[in-house]
């Protein structure tokens, strides 16, 4: 049908609804000019009419009267001798298939697993909940499902509405999902960090995606968080869930994903261990089980330099965990222990699991079954421990599951002669790594360049030990040294004025060979372990050290 009118608070089961092309919501009184205007001015070949009782009569009435070809879909149609030349039929056939009737109702009960190889030096019992398994593929579908429904509820997201949040993909999903089957518009916003995988499929489902830096501050114009804001204040009818602050974020696995836990592992569990981004599945998740019973230990999983374990919120690589600032939706009360994580063994583990156990994990899951492992060694033969899997590795092909990627952050090494040993010959005459800040001044970058005899310096923002992500430029002698000659008041200036691009990098455990294919196109390199720069590699040192092999 063209356009499905709903009359007052009635919900048109699922099949009804999909049908339609449109569905528009009246009033129980009456069905306004306005509305039938509306309808008209879209030429409709069938207006459904779905509601109860004479209410649903008298709109279905309305409607006919104005030349509009009616069918009434009631199953208590009262005023029956009114409906003269309008067709009535069952919302539902009589006899249904036994099938869900959306995508959503799919949502939960996701299984538990051993995993035996994986665990095979604990005591006691390790287990995975597969949240992967979930119809958009993670975790997130639950407060999803769970938000848009508290929203519609409360009349804060009305029909042709629009969806704002920020997200790293998997809410976004889920939240994809219900606009799909709910007729909403969708606008997400996303941190530059996320696999490009997750942009494209958030595209895929219709939804716009707009990327923003990572490297800001969360109260900055352009973050990610600011910019959401923005847009929810912008455009019209829209809502904005704000799962970092949603309590129907944390409520839906209260009511759910813990339930299910304490049913599956019938009331024997004894750790539960889960990454913290909002909190809300670790709060809810905690709350519940507590509630059956307090002796049980509530585990967060958290990146290295995110704030739950206490770092400052300091760049990391692993995605949709961690956080550089405190939700609401976060409960510590709830929380026994938070287990740091770095992000070399959130992606070891990650692809450990995928070759042992045959379940292709994001690097989030890794970081839970690391911290897993480690609560497990403590742990003697009673321990049921399960570590909750948020996503599959399928989002995550062009990172943690690509080698290449993975060597060029200096997560893999090969055999033979690497950068590290080029690093290494060089000596330690000089500091590890020799930088600016953006806020200093031109002179001070030139003083450094020949206290250490170098020719060009990363801009950092940040202390060592550094991130990638903290590199925002890098200077070169020759380039400063010019321009000061030609303007002496350069010096002056800050350095975030004439910076350039940062260097290139290269993974400390790359060839040699591939370090002097990167010096071909670049007067130096950094170098990164494990996502962390360590040092530069300049022409000069590949000569060197080729020279005295």
């Given at each position: 049908?063209?356009?499905?009118?709903?009359?007052?608070?009635?919900?048109?089961?699922?099949?009804?609804?999909?049908?339609?092309?449109?569905?528009?919501?009246?009033?129980?009184?009456?069905?306004?000019?306005?509305?039938?205007?509306?309808?008209?001015?879209?030429?409709?070949?069938?207006?459904?009419?779905?509601?109860?009782?004479?209410?649903?009569?008298?709109?279905?009435?309305?409607?006919?009267?104005?030349?509009?070809?009616?069918?009434?879909?009631?199953?208590?149609?009262?005023?029956?001798?009114?409906?003269?030349?309008?067709?009535?039929?069952?919302?539902?056939?009589?006899?249904?298939?036994?099938?869900?009737?959306?995508?959503?109702?799919?949502?939960?009960?996701?299984?538990?697993?051993?995993?035996?190889?994986?665990?095979?030096?604990?005591?006691?019992?390790?287990?995975?909940?597969?949240?992967?398994?979930n119809p958009g593929g993670s975790v997130k579908d639950r407060p999803a499902v769970a938000m848009i429904d508290a929203a519609e509820r409360e009349g804060r997201l009305r029909p042709g509405g629009t969806i704002v949040e920020p997200t790293s993909g998997n809410t976004g999903v889920g939240l994809a999902i219900v606009a799909a089957r709910r007729h909403y518009r969708c606008v997400f916003v996303m941190p530059d960090k996320i696999a490009s995988e997750k942009v494209a499929l958030l595209?895929?489902?219709?939804?716009?995606?707009?990327?923003?830096?990572?490297?800001?501050?969360?109260?900055?114009?352009?973050?990610?968080?600011?910019?959401?804001?923005?847009?929810?204040?912008?455009?019209?009818?829209?809502?904005?869930?704000?799962?970092?602050?949603?309590?129907?974020?944390?409520?839906?696995?209260?009511?759910?994903?813990?339930?299910?836990?304490?049913?599956?592992?019938?009331?024997?569990?004894?750790?539960?261990?889960?990454?913290?981004?909002?909190?809300?599945?670790?709060?809810?998740?905690?709350?519940?089980?507590?509630?059956?019973?307090?002796?049980?230990?509530?585990?967060?999983?958290?990146?290295?330099?995110?704030?739950?374990?206490?770092?400052?919120?300091?760049?990391?690589?692993?995605?949709?965990?961690?956080?550089?600032?405190?939700?609401?939706?976060?409960?510590?009360?709830?929380?026994?222990?938070?287990?740091?994580?770095?992000?070399?063994?959130?992606?070891?583990?990650?692809?450990?699991?995928?070759?042992?156990?045959?379940?292709?994990?994001?690097?989030?899951?890794?970081?839970?079954?690391?911290?897993?492992?480690?609560?497990?060694?403590?742990?003697?033969?009673?321990?049921?421990?399960?570590?909750?899997?948020?996503?599959?590795?399928?989002?995550?092909?062009?990172?943690?599951?690509?080698?290449?990627?993975?060597?060029?952050?200096?997560?893999?090494?090969?055999?033979?002669?690497?950068?590290?040993?080029?690093?290494?010959?060089?000596?330690?005459?000089?500091?590890?790594?020799?930088?600016?800040?953006?806020?200093?001044?031109?002179?001070?970058?030139?003083?450094?360049?020949?206290?250490?005899?170098?020719?060009?310096?990363?801009?950092?923002?940040?202390?060592?030990?550094?991130?990638?992500?903290?590199?925002?430029?890098?200077?070169?002698?020759?380039?400063?040294?010019?321009?000061?000659?030609?303007?002496?008041?350069?010096?002056?200036?800050?350095?975030?004025?004439?910076?350039?691009?940062?260097?290139?990098?290269?993974?400390?455990?790359?060839?040699?060979?591939?370090?002097?294919?990167?010096?071909?196109?670049?007067?130096?390199?950094?170098?990164?372990?494990?996502?962390?720069?360590?040092?530069?590699?300049?022409?000069?040192?590949?000569?060197?050290?080729?020279?005295?092999?």
């Amino acid at each position: 049908m063209d356009v499905l009118v709903v009359v007052g608070d009635a919900r048109p089961p699922e099949r009804l609804a999909a049908r339609a092309r449109r569905i528009v919501h009246v009033a129980d009184d009456a069905v306004d000019p306005g509305s039938i205007g509306d309808l008209r001015a879209h030429i409709p070949r069938e207006v459904g009419v779905f509601g109860t009782g004479v209410a649903a009569t008298r709109a279905a009435v309305t409607l006919h009267e104005a030349g509009l070809p009616v069918v009434l879909y009631s199953d208590d149609v009262a005023g029956a001798e009114r409906l003269s030349g309008i067709a009535v039929r069952r919302p539902q056939p009589a006899e249904r298939v036994p099938a869900a009737d959306s995508l959503l109702d799919l949502v939960g009960d996701t299984p538990l697993v051993h995993l035996h190889r994986t665990g095979r030096d604990l005591e006691g019992q390790l287990l995975a909940k597969l949240e992967m398994l979930n119809p958009g593929g993670s975790v997130k579908d639950r407060p999803a499902v769970a938000m848009i429904d508290a929203a519609e509820r409360e009349g804060r997201l009305r029909p042709g509405g629009t969806i704002v949040e920020p997200t790293s993909g998997n809410t976004g999903v889920g939240l994809a999902i219900v606009a799909a089957r709910r007729h909403y518009r969708c606008v997400f916003v996303m941190p530059d960090k996320i696999a490009s995988e997750k942009v494209a499929l958030l595209r895929a489902y219709g939804a716009e995606v707009i990327v923003c830096p990572t490297n800001v501050a969360p109260d900055d114009p352009e973050s990610y968080y600011s910019v959401s804001n923005r847009l929810a204040a912008e455009i019209p009818g829209a809502y904005k869930p704000d799962q970092y602050h949603n309590p129907a974020n944390p409520l839906a696995h209260e009511q759910s994903t813990g339930p299910e836990l304490w049913r599956q592992t019938e009331g024997r569990i004894t750790h539960f261990v889960a990454g913290i981004g909002t909190g809300g599945t670790i709060s809810g998740v905690g709350r519940y089980l507590k509630a059956q019973d307090p002796a049980v230990q509530i585990v967060g999983a958290d990146p290295e330099g995110s704030v739950y374990s206490g770092g400052s919120g300091r760049p990391y690589l692993v995605e949709g965990i961690g956080e550089d600032f405190w939700p609401t939706t976060y409960d510590r009360s709830v929380v026994d222990r938070v287990v740091e994580v770095s992000d070399g063994h959130s992606f070891a583990t990650a692809r450990r699991v995928a070759r042992e156990e045959g379940i292709l994990i994001g690097g989030s899951g890794g970081t839970a079954v690391w911290a897993a492992l480690q609560v497990g060694r403590e742990l003697g033969p009673d321990a049921v421990v399960v570590a909750l899997l948020p996503d599959s590795g399928r989002g995550y092909l062009s990172k943690v599951y690509d080698d290449g990627w993975m060597a060029d952050f200096g997560f893999l090494r090969a055999s033979g002669q690497t950068a590290g040993d080029l690093l290494t010959a060089k000596g330690a005459d000089l500091p590890a790594l020799v930088h600016v800040h953006p806020d200093e001044r031109v002179r001070e970058a030139i003083a450094l360049f020949r206290e250490y005899s170098v020719s060009q310096v990363p801009v950092v923002k940040a202390e060592p030990p550094l991130v990638a992500a903290e590199v925002v430029g890098a200077v070169h002698e020759r380039d400063l040294l010019d321009r000061a000659f030609r303007d002496p008041l350069v010096l002056d200036r800050p350095v975030s004025e004439v910076q350039g691009p940062p260097l290139a990098t290269v993974g400390i455990g790359e060839p040699v060979g591939l370090v002097v294919e990167r010096l071909e196109a670049a007067p130096a390199v950094l170098v990164l372990d494990a996502g962390h720069p360590v040092g530069i590699l300049t022409r000069a040192d590949a000569l060197s050290f080729l020279s005295g092999r």
